[in-house]
């Protein structure tokens, strides 16, 4: 009995340290996904970077009420799988958010983002943002419209002069 709970211990232990580690963490009810939707599902997070596991429910209670996410304990009955992304916050929502909208069996129950416990609405709002790719677009575009407007109406000006000296 004694080696069960050792090993028990250990599986809350590396729930633990993916949950301290992770930036975007997002519960997902998969039932209903059929074996190739879920290896689909499972692809395009692994391509971003985000690990996809199905951990049993009492496990991830314990590590919760350890970290003191114990709000995520009522999305924690039924099948539930995790997605957990070290690096990008967005990524995640935006995959398991596109791919639920084409299969309806998906469902989000909710998540933790940057230490938050966040309802599934909320993870739904954040996939919809521009990825990080596209937010820093957005503010490489704004800090060159100034200089842009700059370097026009300079060349307006030795335009104008040129064609006034010619």
Do not use: C, W
């Amino acid at each position: 009995m004694s080696a069960k709970i050792e090993m028990k211990k250990k599986v809350v232990e590396e729930i633990v340290a993916l949950l301290q580690a992770s930036q975007a963490t997002i519960l997902t009810d998969y039932r209903g996904l059929n074996v190739s939707e879920s290896n689909e599902l499972r692809k395009q997070l692994r391509e971003a970077g985000v690990e996809y596991k199905v951990l049993k429910n009492t496990m991830t209670r314990f590590a919760t009420k350890e970290l003191e996410y114990t709000d995520l304990d009522e999305h924690l009955n039924g099948p539930t799988a995790i997605a957990f992304s070290n690096d990008d916050v967005i990524a995640p929502a935006k995959i398991i958010y596109e791919f639920a909208k084409k299969h309806d069996a998906l469902k989000i129950k909710g998540g933790v983002v940057e230490g938050r416990v966040v309802s599934a609405e909320a993870i739904n709002e954040l996939a919809k943002m521009p990825s990080r790719e596209g937010l820093l677009s957005m503010l490489l575009s704004v800090l060159q419209a100034p200089m842009r407007n700059a370097a026009l109406a300079v060349k307006a000006v030795a335009d104008k002069n040129e064609a006034e000296s010619a």
